[in-house]
């Protein structure tokens, strides 16, 4: 079984379908949310774009730095929040197929508990993605607006 292969093409279904989700979402609703509690659309995709980024970078043992200045104020557009999507979508996949599929099994530290393999962490932050895109495809919805085929 390569892990490698499996983690990558299911990779990159799920960021197509999250891309191909902020892209079904006008311009001007970036800011929607249905109710005041909850992150808005746009807030939804950077928070996506930021969980991924954070995961890259602790695979690189560079720790886990959820501080990062991935928002609204720095990305208050949908070509905004698509290019840094784009950006860190590629600067994973870079790294990402640079690994030897061995090297999915090593163990990273969390900083929340015991080191985890790193396919585990892989496959829990696309879940995380996974449940977010859902937010906004309802999102989408209360908008009456179609989102994109699964």
């Known amino acids: 079984m390569d892990i490698k292969k499996i983690a990558l093409n299911r990779m990159a279904g799920e960021r197509r379908l999250t891309r191909e989700t ?3 979402m006008t ?3 970036m800011l929607f ?3 005041p509690e909850v992150m808005s659309f746009g807030g939804q995709a950077l928070h996506i ?6 995961l890259l970078e602790a695979f690189q043992g560079k720790g ?3 501080e990062m200045p991935i928002t609204l ?4 557009t949908k070509e905004a ?4 999507f784009d950006e860190v979508n590629q600067a994973a996949v870079e790294y990402y197929e640079s690994l030897e599929p061995d090297q999915f ?4 530290e969390t900083g929340w508990g015991p080191p985890e393999p790193l396919f585990e962490l892989f496959f829990s932050f696309l879940t995380h993605e996974t449940h977010h895109r859902g937010q906004m495809v309802t999102y989408l919805r209360l908008k009456g607006m179609q989102p994109p085929q699964y």
Do not use: C, M, N, Y
């Open 22 to 24: 902020i892209v079904a």
């Open 27 to 29: 311009d001007g609703d």
């Open 33 to 35: 949310k249905p109710t």
């Open 49 to 54: 774009v930021l969980s991924q980024a954070v």
């Open 64 to 66: 886990w730095h959820w």
């Open 73 to 76: 104020e720095q990305f208050p």
């Open 81 to 84: 929040i698509l290019a840094k």
């Open 105 to 108: 099994g090593r163990l990273v």
